[in-house]
């Protein structure tokens, strides 16, 4: 009963900026981690960005300074603000979370549905 809905994505042309959004819904107790991964064709699903309940972030080398990871708590969204965007940043990207299930107690890693980013001139 965990869901992840994802928004944002698009067809960009190089330098421009895309924001994707996370939104989490469902029987969430906690929800500790938020991220962006991304996967693009002939290559493995890579991290993007985290960021945890606190606020701590983490980055792919390729995309600090560029990219951007916040979060709502109270929305229980996350987002990812994207700029600078280059042709290599073309893939899925999937939003996941990490957290705990309300009453149950049990940890959940849940994804949403991917989002199609394309970069080009």
């Known amino acids: 009963q965990v869901q992840l809905v994802e928004s944002g994505g698009g067809l960009v042309q190089p330098g421009g900026s895309l924001r994707l959004s996370c939104a989490a819904s469902g029987s969430i107790s906690r929800l500790n981690r938020m991220g962006w991964y991304r996967q693009a064709p002939g290559k493995e699903r890579e991290l993007v960005a985290t960021i945890t309940s606190a606020g701590s972030t983490s980055y792919a080398d390729s995309v600090k300074g560029r990219f951007t990871i916040s979060r709502d708590n109270a929305k229980m969204t996350a987002y990812l603000q994207m700029n600078s965007l280059k042709p290599e940043d073309t893939a899925v990207y999937y939003c996941?979370?990490?957290?705990?299930?309300?009453?149950?107690?049990?940890?959940?890693?849940?994804w949403g549905q991917g989002t199609q980013v394309t970069v080009s001139s």
């Open positions: 996941n979370a990490l957290g705990v299930v309300l009453y149950i107690g049990a940890d959940f890693d849940s």
